[in-house]
């Protein structure tokens, strides 16, 4: 069901682009579908571009997933993964190699930009992203409730009324924005007085869009930084 989901947002996202008809798209890519896949990523791309091309960089991914992008890469091709849906991917990576969700999530997004199925700020469906984080002197605990308590959220965060859909204490946290948006949170812990909150804006409708989103959380997030100091 995952994967048919996936398919019909390609489909929908290649009609927008080339003003096919439903049936026409999905004829169309249900070709390129069936044409043989390779297994391994492009001659032109060296492992020492995998980096550059994920998002990440090979020392982040390697401290948190014990793999640097060269190995994953290796272990995903071998999987032929890359004519999986991204849930695949994620959920293997997660429930194989026992990666924390958030860190599923980040390999599998460099692996497909590595291979080609998205760009950095593009999903697998053909919408945009904006993705960014920040390190605070702060415990873990109270940048989450920085997040929860609206009194505290609007003093770095001010004139928006996010929603909350789910949250999860001091790890995760799903919100609708006002404009139809939708903010996935992830928190973690990096010592007593130190943690992160890393974030994906998500339904964004084009690349400009991720440019200025990304500018926007910049400069929201150093405010938070600063509010969470203040005693």
Not at 155 to 175: E, G
Not at 182 to 206: E, M
Request: net charge positive; aromatic share 10%; hydrophobic share 40%.
């Amino acid at each position: 069901m995952t994967a048919n989901r996936d398919f019909k947002r390609i489909v929908r996202a290649r009609m927008q682009k080339t003003g096919e008809s439903y049936t026409t798209a999905r004829v169309q890519l249900l070709k390129k579908k069936a044409a043989p896949a390779s297994t391994s990523t492009p001659a032109a791309i060296t492992p020492a571009q995998y980096a550059a091309l994920a998002g990440y960089s090979d020392a982040a991914v390697k401290a948190k997933t014990g793999c640097n992008w060269e190995r994953w890469v290796k272990a995903l091709d071998y999987k032929q993964a890359h004519t999986w849906s991204h849930g695949e991917i994620a959920q293997y990576v997660h429930k194989t190699y026992k990666i924390p969700g958030w860190w599923s999530q980040m390999v599998t997004v460099g692996y497909e930009r590595i291979k080609g199925l998205r760009v950095i700020g593009q999903r697998r469906d053909g919408g945009f992203e904006a993705s960014k984080s920040k390190v605070v002197a702060a415990p873990v605990s109270r940048l989450y409730r920085a997040w929860r308590d609206a009194r505290l959220r609007a003093r770095w965060l001010p004139d928006v009324s996010p929603v909350i859909r789910t949250a999860t204490r001091n790890k995760s946290m799903r919100v609708s924005w006002p404009d139809g948006t939708r903010v996935d949170v992830g928190f973690l812990a990096k010592g007593r007085a130190k943690s992160q909150v890393a974030i994906q804006h998500g339904r964004l409708p084009d690349r400009a869009a991720v440019t200025r989103t990304k500018e926007y959380w910049a400069e929201r997030l150093t405010t938070l930084a600063e509010v969470l100091v203040q005693r």
